[in-house]
C-alpha cells in the first residue's frame, strides 16, 4: 500500500554533511509517523530518529542527538534526515519506516508496517 524509497547517500569526510529523503508513493503518509533506522555490517538494526504524524515530537537516538535533524513534508510526502557532524561510526545502511499509528517503542522496528530499501552512507576519516 505505501512505497518507501530512500535518497541521498553517499561518501563524506568526517565532520560533513548529508541529507537523505525518503519518498513515499501510494496512500499519503501524512497520517503515518516515520523513522530512521540504521545497520553496519555484522550489527543488529538501530534506531536513528523519529517523528509524529504532526511533526509536533522529534525522538533520537543518542548517539546522533544534536548532531541529525529528522523532518517532514506531509504535502510531498517525505521524510529527511539532515545529517551533520558526520563520524566514521554513523556508517551504514541507513533506512526509513512508518507506522500507520503512533507508538510508545518508536525505537522498535517491529512497530513500523513499511519500509524502504535502505541508502549507503559512508563516513571516511
Known amino acids: 500500500q505505501v512505497q518507501l524509497v530512500e535518497s541521498g547517500g553517499g561518501l563524506v569526510q568526517a565532520g560533513g554533511s548529508l541529507r537523505l529523503s525518503c519518498a513515499a508513493s501510494?496512500?499519503?503518509?501524512?497520517?503515518?509517523?516515520m523513522a530512521w533506522f540504521r545497520q553496519a555490517p555484522g550489527k543488529e538494526r538501530e534506531f536513528v530518529a523519529y517523528i509524529t504524524w504532526s511533526g509536533g515530537s522529534l525522538y533520537y537516538a543518542d548517539s546522533v542527538k544534536g548532531r541529525f535533524t529528522i523532518s517532514r513534508d506531509n504535502a510531498e510526502n517525505t521524510v529527511y534526515l539532515q545529517m551533520n557532524s558526520l563520524k566514521p561510526e554513523d556508517t551504514a545502511v541507513y533506512y526509513c519506516?512508518?507506522?500507520?499509528?503512533?507508538?510508545?517503542?518508536?525505537?522498535?522496528?517491529?512497530?513500523?508496517?513499511?519500509w524502504g530499501q535502505g541508502t549507503q552512507v559512508t563516513v571516511s576519516s
Open positions: 519506516a512508518a507506522a500507520r499509528g503512533g507508538s510508545y517503542y518508536y525505537s522498535t522496528p517491529s512497530t513500523y508496517n513499511y
Open positions: 501510494g496512500r499519503t503518509v501524512s497520517s503515518y509517523a
